[in-house]
C-alpha cells in the first residue's frame, strides 16, 4: 500500500470515530428531545407511627339551672317564752305537807315541792277538802294567768294559806285534808293528804292562791 492511500484510510477512520463521539451533542443542538437525567432523592426513614386521637368522653349534660324551691317557713310558735310548754303541777309532780301556823285562827301554811326533775306550773288555788266531810275551802283572792303562774323548778316549793273557819254551832273540826292541784284540765289526780290536828271547819274556810314565799301565803 503506498503512502498516500494509507494516510487516506487512517483520516477516514479518525473521522468516523470523531462523528461518533460527538453524535448525540450535535442532536441535542439540532433541536432533539434530552431526556433529563433524575437523581433519585434519599429515602426518607421511617419515622414513628402517629397515634390516633383519643375520642373524647361524653360529657355529662349539666342540669338545668331552675331555682329550687324554698322550704316552707316554720310555724310561729305563739309564745316567745322558753318554757312555754311546761306542763302544769300535777299531784304525781310534788309533796304536799300543812303545817299549823296560826292557833288561835287555827290556819296552816300550805307547801308543795317539786320533786321530779322537770319544772311545771303551778296554777291557781290548791283543791282542799277536809276529810270526809262535804265540800271545799273556798278561793280566797286572785290567781295569775297560766303565762305568770310560778314556775316551780326540780326541788322548789311554793306555798298557799288555808284559813281556818270560826267556831259556832254548826262548826266541825277535822285531823287531816287532803288536796288536789289546779291543772284547768280533766287530769285526774290522786288526792294528797296531810295532818292538820284540831282543824274548825266552817262555812268560812279560805285558801289562798299559790305564792313563791310563805309570808305572802299567810298575810292575804
Not at 434519599?42 to 368522653?57: D, E, F, M, W
Request: proline share 11%; aromatic share 4%; net charge neutral.
Amino acid at each position: 500500500m503506498s503512502a498516500v492511500r494509507r494516510a487516506v484510510v487512517v483520516l477516514v477512520a479518525v473521522s468516523a470515530v470523531a462523528l461518533t463521539a460527538c453524535g448525540p451533542s450535535e442532536d441535542g443542538a439540532a433541536g432533539g428531545t434530552e431526556v433529563p437525567t433524575v437523581t433519585p432523592s434519599a429515602s426518607l426513614s421511617p419515622s414513628t407511627p402517629v397515634k390516633p386521637p383519643k375520642p373524647l368522653k361524653p360529657t355529662t349534660p349539666a342540669e338545668p339551672t331552675s331555682a329550687k324551691p324554698t322550704a316552707p317557713a316554720k310555724p310561729v310558735s305563739p309564745s316567745t317564752d322558753p318554757d312555754y310548754d311546761v306542763f302544769p303541777c300535777s299531784t304525781y309532780d310534788v309533796t304536799f305537807t300543812a303545817s299549823l301556823a296560826e292557833p288561835t285562827t287555827s290556819s296552816y301554811l300550805l307547801k308543795i315541792t317539786n320533786r321530779t326533775g322537770k319544772p311545771c306550773r303551778v296554777l291557781g288555788h290548791p283543791v282542799v277538802t277536809f276529810g270526809d266531810l262535804d265540800g271545799r275551802a273556798v278561793e280566797r283572792g286572785t290567781a295569775p294567768g297560766i303565762e305568770e303562774a310560778i314556775l316551780l323548778a326540780p326541788g322548789k316549793s311554793a306555798y298557799a294559806g288555808l284559813m281556818g273557819g270560826l267556831k259556832d254551832a254548826k262548826s266541825k273540826t277535822v285531823s287531816s285534808i287532803a288536796m288536789t292541784m289546779s291543772t284547768e284540765s280533766d287530769l285526774k289526780q290522786v288526792p294528797l293528804k296531810a295532818s292538820t290536828p284540831g282543824l274548825n271547819v266552817s262555812t268560812g274556810n279560805s285558801v289562798t292562791a299559790w305564792m313563791d314565799n310563805a309570808e305572802d301565803a299567810l298575810s292575804l
